[in-house]
């Protein structure tokens, strides 16, 4: 199994770009993934997606990408048309205000979109960059949520073969409570026919009874349900969803035997196998 929580962070400082990537996981019905970018490499967002994508079924994922840059290569241009603008518009004002200074260069240069500044990006090149470290993480990230996905299998097991032992324990009283159902009859027949009782009708009436209160069904129901639970965690990786189905199942077994039941060790059994039942549940919207 696999969990859907995880943490994984790696960084690489270069001698023009310095990048980390930042995985973080939490549960979810669905696969939700959410990519933070500098706006200047939004155009990876749906490589950085397909990466994550690949390697995760379910959960919510969020994905930092930071990146710092030193010595790119850069384009300045200057627009001559707002610098007219901004000169004509200051040496106007000087004129209406009676002053003699002059509108300088220095000024000019200092206003808003005078100077535009471009820096050359190529995307590729910045992927070559960030795809490995990017790789290194989602690695990372997977074996977090594998190792923390053990140790929620070892738990989920142990709370299964408390619900198998219970299961156990509930079979061995099946035979107790056909017993007492037929001696509560034949008590009853007795009290009102005194000697005259038709053992016919006792066993008659018994097995009336039995259909009503005897939990045999409910006990090959709930112990195929059981097995077939510790198959799929085992031979499926990503069984969140059919286990969670199957607890469903499992929970009704136990609920009519825990309605049916008329034995107060039984009703203690059923009570220990809702509290397993409660933890596994708990344990399962970690996993995916």
Known sequence: MISMTGYAY???????????VEIKGYNSRYLEIYIN???????????????????????KVEVFIRAREQNAPVNISVNANAARAYYNAINNLAHELNLEEKCDLSVLLRMENVLEIEKNRDE?????????????AVSAFGN??????????????????KI?????????YVPV????????????????????????RVLAETASLLLKYTVSEELSR????????????ERNQRP???????????????????????????????????EALENIREQLRNIE
């Open 37 to 59: 970018l500098p706006p200047w490499l939004s155009v990876l967002e749906a490589r950085v997606r397909e990466q994550i994508a690949s390697s995760c079924g379910r959960g």
């Open 222 to 233: 709930l112990n195929s349900h059981l097995v077939e639970f510790r198959a799929e965690a």
């Open 164 to 172: 198998v032992s219970s299961v156990k324990a509930v079979s061995a």
């Open 240 to 274: 969140g969803k059919k286990l969670d189905f199957l607890c469903q199942e499992i929970n009704r077994e136990i609920n009519t035997i825990g309605s049916k039941s008329a034995i107060i060790e039984v009703s203690a059994e059923v009570v220990k196998m809702k």
């Open 177 to 200: 409570i056909e017993n007492t159902l037929k001696e509560n009859i034949r008590f009853r027949f007795a009290e009102l026919l005194g000697d005259k009782v038709d053992e016919n």
């Open 10 to 20: 790696c960084e690489k400082t270069g001698q023009d770009l310095s990048v980390s």
């Open 124 to 136: 590729e090149r910045y992927w070559k960059e960030i795809e490995p470290l990017l790789l290194q």
């Open 144 to 161: 977090e949520r594998e190792r923390e996905g053990k140790h929620t299998t070892q738990d989920i097991f142990a709370n299964l073969e």
